[in-house]
């Protein structure tokens, strides 16, 4: 299947994750202005939406799709949106530019870059406690490990040391892959998890999913050190990476057998995210 075709396979989900986010953060974020605007533009700024929509598709998978997994999804990104708010920042990775936009702190000011990012995550917080008192407890659960110190926070605070102790020496793939696995894969995981949770509660499913997130994810990373020339790409070269990202993902795709046909739409997934480096 073609590049824009697999988009296509995807653009009903992502219709319903861009209307569900605009009434989230539009009609119920309108004061303080600067700060809601400094909202609207972080998660307007035309990302691709890869973690909700794989919340979505892997509620399809497990079950039907239903008000808390768009909940989810929508929280998913929110968290997403906060995370590279944040590592924009001058104390982080002090850079000017995303998604060919100028970042949030450049546009407008750091003070609302770090007060947007907060708010972003609380709005997440937000949405999530509406879902299902049943599954509230294990969502929550997971959303916190994959943002904590063993996740996002913990890898973000492991990549900044290494770039200010290590400028001109390569890291280990040891130490890569800890890096890549909290700071990216452990959200994706964390999305086909939820998007599971709140279809299913057959533990085989869930664990079937959350699996798939995580060796899709960590794929994830790859594929983008190819596209950046960083990381892995630097570490082992363009062919090594683009075989162990393919390796990642027949991974992930053996997680999907239990499914069968009704996976179909995680194995387009998975081929997008490949057809990226070609
Ligand atoms: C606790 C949420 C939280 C964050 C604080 C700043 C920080 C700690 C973590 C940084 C996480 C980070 C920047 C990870 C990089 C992952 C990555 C490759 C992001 C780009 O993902 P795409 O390509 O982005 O899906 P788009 O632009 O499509 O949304």
Redesign the pocket.
Known sequence: MGKSNLKKAFRKEKEKIERTLKNFLSLKCQQPQALCKAMRYAVFS??????PILVLLSTQVAGKENKDSLYCACAIEL??????V??DLPA?DNDAF??GKLTVHRKFSEHNAILC?NAL?VKAFELLSRVDKSKVKSIFSEITQA?GISG??G??LQDIDLSKKNLKVNPSMQTLLSISNK??AFLFKAASKIGAISATSNKKKIKALEEYGQNIGLA??FI?DILDKEGFYRLLGKEKVASEAKGLIEIANQKLKIFGKKANHLYLYSEYLLERIN
């Open positions: 035309g990302g691709k939406r890869l973690r968290i997403h949106s906060y995370s590279l944040h590592d982080m995303r998604r990012g995550l943002l996002l926070i890898g973000q700071k990216t994830f990373q983008d």
